[in-house]
T-cell receptor, first 113, second 112 residues
Framework: AQSVTQPDIHITVSEGASLELRCNYSYGATPYLFWYVQSPGQGLQLLLKYFSGDTLVQGIKGFEAEFKRSQSSFNLRKPSVHWSDAAEYVCAGVPGGYQKVTFGIGTKLQVIP | DVKVTQSSRYLVKRTGEKVFLECVQD?????MFWYRQDPGLGLRLIYF???????EKGDIPEGYSVSREKKERFSLILESASTNQTSMYLC???????????FGPGTRLTVT
């Protein structure tokens, strides 16, 4: 089945450390890919998206993600994490031509002082 | 800014009650979606609508129905609530060729 997978359910990093959250996809063609952030008790907010073109995508809040076709990955990165980045991060994807987006189960990020 | 609002943030209902969850978007989007979100399962699509009075079943439609009488409003109905419908319900919308979805704040429903 076509899907996205987030292998890490929970990640803890120290404030100021770098961050990389993993997302793998299994679509036949190049999909549209997204990263969302969800603060506790809130809806999802779009961080960034990849449709085509440059494989390094810049988003809001200092996040970026890199599309790697050879690894079927779309990992989210941030060079220096702030305590306010503690949240759930959800990767999502959709094959072109469809509207039904598939969401990963999310990675919960904890930031320690 | 796109705004998607949901009628309640928290809701407590009894088993067997009929429950209405309402969602309104203000960006004239054609497509609207209802998801439920459960720990370890992520977001699962219940129903979506691509036009007024049009609806399509998602991955888990059993026990739910929807209504879209106006473009901006998409309602989720639980005809007879059951305890296994206790969950976080998220509404989303998108429009045109964009696949990115805009989400409401969610309704945490507890069925006792």
């Amino acid at each position: 089945a076509q899907s996205v997978t987030q292998p890490d359910i929970h990640i803890t990093v120290s404030e100021g450390a770098s961050l990389e959250l993993r997302c793998n996809y299994s679509y036949g063609a190049t999909p549209y890919l997204f990263w969302y952030v969800q603060s506790p008790g809130q809806g999802l907010q779009l961080l960034l998206k990849y449709f085509s073109g440059d494989t390094l995508v810049q988003g809001i809040k200092g996040f970026e993600a890199e599309f790697k076709r050879s690894q079927s990955s779309f990992n989210l990165r941030k060079p220096s994490v702030h305590w306010s980045d503690a949240a759930e991060y959800v990767c999502a994807g959709v094959p072109g031509g469809y509207q039904k987006v598939t969401f990963g189960i999310g990675t919960k990020l904890q930031v320690i002082p | 800014d796109v705004k998607v609002t949901q009628s309640s943030r928290y809701l407590v209902k009894r088993t067997g009650e009929k429950v209405f969850l309402e969602c309104v978007q203000d960006m004239d989007h054609e497509n609207m979606f209802w998801y439920r979100q459960d720990p370890g399962l992520g977001l699962r699509l219940i129903y979506f609508s691509y036009d007024v009075k049009m609806k399509e079943k998602g991955d888990i439609p059993e026990g739910y129905s929807v209504s879209r009488e106006k473009k901006e409003r998409f309602s989720l109905i639980l005809e007879s609530a059951s305890t296994n419908q206790t969950s976080m319900y998220l509404c989303a919308s998108n429009g045109g060729p964009s696949y990115e979805q805009y989400f409401g704040p969610g309704t945490r429903l507890t069925v006792t």
